[in-house]
């Protein structure tokens, strides 16, 4: 199996500014995806981080609202920019093991002020 | 579209009852099909999957067959304890597991 750690678990930001999300697996993984879950709603894919270029956006998102790194098969970043309330949601990482299994981090419970 | 849906929460059950939480999914092609429980304070965790037409998946006494005519994967439980009590998804991806789609979830609240 694969453990994830994701920080922060929660946070209250305000209108405006930005949060940095950190995904840390602890072994390397080939797939990296973030999701969001918003308030009484779906899991929604957001991008898959790839290692060592530009994340892959799904429809919806865009770099300049969601920049997510990926400096190596173990670690990834998504930072939620010029936070709105409508940003209000639950942020979540996900691997795809090598054993082809998806692993999910606990989250990161987000409030826009 | 790819989409799922399934049946709309919360569930309320007395222990030793049977649980059924409905899913259907709309996908072109041939999609893998899960579930996924969130357990309070915890991150979603695999419960079970089936990848093709007429499987079964099975894992901690949660049952779920993929039904291509009906385009559904319910999932089901003869004797729910207190310790299920948590948030189901219902989810579809391509073979390459590269997206998942998720269905809205069901919390599952089961009383002694």
């Known amino acids: 199996s694969a453990v994830i750690s994701q920080k922060p678990s929660r946070d209250i930001c305000q209108r405006g500014t930005s949060l940095t999300i950190q995904c840390q697996v602890d072994?390397?993984?080939?797939?990296m995806f973030w999701y969001r879950q918003q308030p009484g709603q779906s899991l929604t894919l957001i991008a898959t981080a790839n290692q060592g270029s530009e994340a892959t956006y799904e429809s919806g998102f865009v770099i300049d609202k969601f920049p997510i790194s990926r400096p190596n098969l173990t670690f990834s970043t998504l930072t939620v920019s010029n936070m709105s309330p409508e940003d209000s949601s639950i942020y979540l990482c996900s691997v795809r093991h090598p054993n082809e299994k998806l692993f999910f981090g606990s989250g990161t419970q987000l409030s826009v002020l | 579209g790819d989409s799922v849906t399934q049946m709309e929460g919360p569930v309320t059950l007395s222990e030793e009852a049977f649980l059924t939480i409905n899913c259907t999914y709309t996908a072109t092609g041939y999609p893998s099909l899960f579930w996924y429980v969130q357990y309070p304070g915890e991150g979603l965790q695999l419960l079970l999957k089936?990848?093709?037409?007429?499987d079964k998946g099975s894992n901690k006494g949660f049952e779920a067959t993929y039904r291509k005519e009906t385009t559904s994967f319910h999932l089901e439980k003869g004797s729910v304890q207190v310790s299920d009590s948590a948030v189901y998804f219902c989810?579809?991806?391509?073979?390459?597991?590269?997206?998942?789609?998720f269905g809205a979830g069901t919390r599952l609240a089961v009383h002694p």
């Open positions: 072994s390397q993984v080939t797939m």
């Open positions: 089936a990848t093709k037409a007429d």
């Open positions: 989810a579809l991806s391509d073979r390459g597991y590269n997206k998942l789609i």
